[in-house]
Nanobody, 127 residues
């Protein structure tokens, strides 16, 4: 099964940008639909953005639409999350996740569908 390793988190100020990366290994990255989730301190994990196997279909929660962009580089087995205009409420641990998906143009939004998870990377946005 694919293994996932996130990087790119850090401490930034309101309005700044960050780019998170997720390197997949030990499995067929191209067979997986992917997503980014986040978990604020003391709260549950929530979906942030998801992308289909072929990279053509994306999904975002309302609070990040127009500010975040999810993308994937299947050749290099990488998933990305470009985060612009960051706000304090974006502060959380961010996780990438993968699920085997039969259809190349399907986005998976159900957390329970995701089988593989990275260890997470902390994003802190100061006001």
């Amino acid at each position: 099964q694919v293994r996932l390793l996130e990087s790119g988190g850090g401490l930034v100020q309101t309005g700044d940008s960050l780019r998170l990366s997720c390197k997949a290994s030990a499995g067929p990255f191209a067979h997986h639909a992917m997503a980014w989730f986040r978990e604020p301190a003391g709260r549950g994990r929530e979906l942030v953005a998801a992308i289909s196997r072929n990279g053509e279909i994306t999904y975002y929660i309302d609070s990040v639409k127009g500010r975040f962009t999810i993308s994937r580089d299947t050749f290099n087995d990488q998933l990305y999350l470009q985060m612009d205009s960051l706000k304090p409420e974006d502060t959380a641990i961010y996780f990438c996740a993968a699920t085997v998906e039969r259809f190349p143009d399907k986005v998976v939004t159900e957390q329970a569908r995701y089988q593989q998870w990275g260890q997470g990377t902390q994003v802190t946005v100061s006001s």
